[in-house]
């Protein structure tokens, strides 16, 4: 990916929404780690091993994975990745305890029928396997980031963005992953008036139910 589209992709999100920047840009990394805000990244070339001192998780090509700023995951074998940053204050549910705990957040979008579900407001960035409706009045920032077939240089990834008020051409290729970013006040009102009623979707790990009741004896 040529640092000419990297430029241009951040200066067009710079003027939507500031507190957005690209991070990891497909080199292979041996570590996730971002000081500053909070890490949204897509793996172009799984399957790899994050790895933290109390957590091991595979991840596949095309899951997403999410990182509280200053913390460091190791990966095993190193592999490229795509990565948003958001700068602005971190998720709610990142709490000291699940920085403790759980350290990272794992999607696996490939696994799910609409990515990361659009009325998970957890995040302030949305990520799906869906085309975004075209029709929405609201606005949002659009990425759409084309997985590298299998195989070939990560460096074949291609990224379109389109601005608000605009579109891309939908897509249904299985190799394509979509970033959505609402504006403040589109997430806030969805927030407020959308709350999800699914507790294993807008729950931290260790406070979701189990979702197998004990026997009772």
Known sequence: MAELMRDRLENALRDF???????????PLERLYEPDGTLYAICLDGPVELITDRRRILVQRGDL?????????????????????YSGPYPYHFRERFIQVWGFEH?????????????????????????????????????QLRLPEPG????????QWAMPGESLQPDSSEN????????????????????????????????????KPESTQ
């Open 17 to 27: 929404e500031p507190v957005f920047w690209t991070g990891p840009w497909g080199e």
């Open 65 to 85: 994975v999410i990182i509280p700023p200053a913390v460091a995951i190791d990966v095993d074998p190193a592999s490229g990745w795509f990565g948003l940053v």
């Open 107 to 143: 999607q696996p979008i490939r696994q799910q029928a609409d990515g990361l579900a659009t009325n998970d407001l957890r995040h302030r960035i949305y990520v799906s396997k869906t085309a975004p409706k075209t029709d929405s009045p609201e606005l949002r920032f659009q990425i």
């Open 152 to 159: 070939q240089p990560i460096q074949d990834s291609l990224i």
């Open 176 to 211: 394509l992953i979509w970033f959505e970013i609402p504006i403040e006040s589109v997430y806030l009102s969805h927030r407020q008036a959308s709350p999800n009623q699914n507790p294993r979707l807008t729950m931290s790990p260790e406070f979701k139910p189990d979702l």
